[in-house]
């Protein structure tokens, strides 16, 4: 039994080290594979990164958040999912905790990050 969950970790491992590293604060870009019937295609998701949770765990998961027509939306990633073709980190963010939950009640210039140089 422990021979296949070290197994399993293994070949998660691997996945984790093709993805690239990124922390709370950054922009990414996560391209995410949508099925709609029997096609499957292809859908970008740019924003900022508020929190990752489990890190280093079979269980990580990000939190992705965004502005569309003046409405927040955030999405939860699973980081090992099959569903996730790539991320792109755009932009570094300079922040100093790890969970940007103050961004939900901000909008506007107030809820800029400043960018690492």
């Known amino acids: 039994m422990s021979d296949l969950i070290k197994f399993i970790e293994a070949e998660n491992s691997e996945r984790r080290a093709a993805l690239p590293k990124f922390k709370a604060g950054d922009t990414v870009n996560v391209h995410c594979k949508i099925k709609e019937g029997n096609k499957e295609r292809i859908q970008q998701y740019q924003g900022t990164v508020i929190q990752i949770r489990n ?11 965004k502005i569309s027509n003046g409405v927040g ?45």
């Not at 280093?56 to 958040?65: A, I, M, P, W, Y």
């Not at 099959?82 to 210039?109: C, Q």
């Open 55 to 65: 890190a280093g765990s079979n269980g990580e998961t990000f939190t992705v958040r």
């Open 73 to 117: 939306i955030e999405r939860i990633f699973p980081m090992l999912s099959p569903n996730l073709d790539k991320i792109e980190v755009i932009r570094r963010g300079k922040v100093r905790r790890a969970r940007l939950f103050y961004l939900r009640g901000r909008h506007g210039k107030s809820a800029r990050i400043r960018e690492k140089r």
